[in-house]
Structure formats: C-alpha cells, structure tokens
T-cell receptor, first 112, second 110 residues
Framework: NAGVMQNPRHLVRRRGQEARLRCSPM?????VYWYRQLPEEGLKFMVY????????ESGMPKERFSAEFPKEGPSILRIQQVVRGDSAAYFC??????????FGDGTRLSIL | GEDVEQSLFLSVREGDSSVINCTYT??????LYWYKQEPGAGLQLLTY?????DMKQDQRLTVLLNKKDKHLSLRIADTQTGDSAIYFC??????????FGTGTKLQVIP
C-alpha cells in the first residue's frame, strides 16, 4: 500500500509563474490536507478537502492560492503569480474518516 | 483558538532517555499526536493518544498526557543517534483540523 505521493519533489519557478503541486492520497483515504512549512518553522495548515469539496480553507491566502480534490485524480495545490515569499516546503497529508493523518515527503518550492 | 507550544531544542547523550514536552490550549482536543521529521523528509506518525487516556507505551516510546494542565510529553528510552530529528506535537479538536507545534529538534550526542 503506497503512502501519500507528492510530486514533484522539487519545483523551481520564476516570479510571476504558476506552480502546481500534486498529491495522491493513500488508498482508501478520502480526506486531504495541505500544509506549508517555512525553514526552521512548524507546519501551518492551509486547506482541508474531501472529494470535490473544500471543507476548510481558513489557512490559505485568499489571493493567488487555490486547491482542488477532483473525483478522479490527485489533489492539486495551485499558486498563481508566485512571489519569493512562496518559497517553502508544501506537505500533503491524507486520512480516512477520524484517523491520524499520514504525510507525503513534500514538494520544495523555490522561487527565483 | 488553538495553540501548541514546544521547546525548540533538546540535546541528550546516546543511551540516555529523552523527554520532549508540549503544551496546548484547546481543552476540547480529542487526539494528540507525535510526529518525527528527518531532514528533507515528510512527517512520520510516531504515536498518538486519545484525550481520555493518560499514558500510552509503545516499545521505546512513552506518551504522558496531563489533561488538567494541557501538557503532553514524549519519552524516548535508550535514545539512539538515529532518533536525531525534529519532533512535532499536534492536537486535533473538532472535525479533522490538526494544529502543530513548532517542533523540538533533538540532537543525540554519541
């Protein structure tokens, strides 16, 4: 049973470009979460999704950031018009109903 | 709102016990977790405890929960160099939202 798969592991973008981060949850997990981790800091919650629904996006910036978890395919975190401050590690986690979250290895986003 | 605090750094000698402490503010927490993060990797779930328990032991790991003081600790017996990592405490209250602490960096000295 494969774990949470995130790709790419590393992503480099220039300021103003778009970044698309993908997350495939563990088999049987219908809940997906995205977190951001800045260097030397803890994880900050961004968004919680179930299939085709955003349940809680209270941690996600209102502009430039969006997330989806379609009926088929991976969850996508999309950052438009990236800026230097978006450089961070972005982690995805998944869980079944009311169970601990399991994390992927993250996508490290670097903005030039 | 929820807040989870941890000390930033802990250094122990190989073979000693490590105790990593965590305090939280949300009295409605249902689960409390300990995750381990090694450099360049994601978070690995180590153990978790239900809020109606006060202790859980799993091999070298012992979790103690003092619900009255909202204090959680993780004890690692016979600490090894492979235990060097950042340890995150986290709490879950309500539906599924989990709040993480800032992490404690454990350094094990050979």
């Amino acid at each position: 049973n494969a774990g949470v798969m995130q790709n790419p592991r590393h992503l480099v973008r220039r300021r103003g470009q778009e970044a698309r981060l993908r997350c495939s949850p563990m088999k049987g997990h219908s809940h997906v979460y995205w977190y951001r981790q800045l260097p030397e800091e803890g994880l900050k919650f961004m968004v919680y999704l179930q299939k085709e629904n955003i349940i809680d996006e209270s941690g996600m910036p209102k502009e430039r950031f969006s997330a989806e978890f379609p009926k088929e395919g991976p969850s996508i975190l999309r950052i438009q018009q990236v800026v230097r401050g978006d450089s961070a590690a972005y982690f995805c986690a998944s869980s079944p109903e009311d169970q601990p979250q399991h994390f992927g290895d993250g996508t490290r986003l670097s903005i030039l | 709102g929820e807040d989870v605090e941890q000390s930033l750094f802990l250094s122990v000698r190989e073979g000693d016990s490590s105790v990593i402490n965590c305090t939280y503010t949300d009295s409605s927490s249902t689960y409390l977790y300990w995750y381990k993060q090694e450099p360049g990797a994601g978070l690995q779930l180590l153990t978790y405890i239900f809020s109606n328990m006060d202790m859980k032991q799993d091999q070298r790991l012992t979790v103690l929960l003092n619900k009255k003081d909202k204090h959680l600790s993780l004890r690692i017996a016979d600490t090894q160099t492979g235990d060097s990592a950042i340890y995150f405490c986290a709490e879950k209250a309500g539906y599924q939202k989990v709040t993480f602490g800032t992490g404690t960096k454990l350094q094990v000295i050979p």
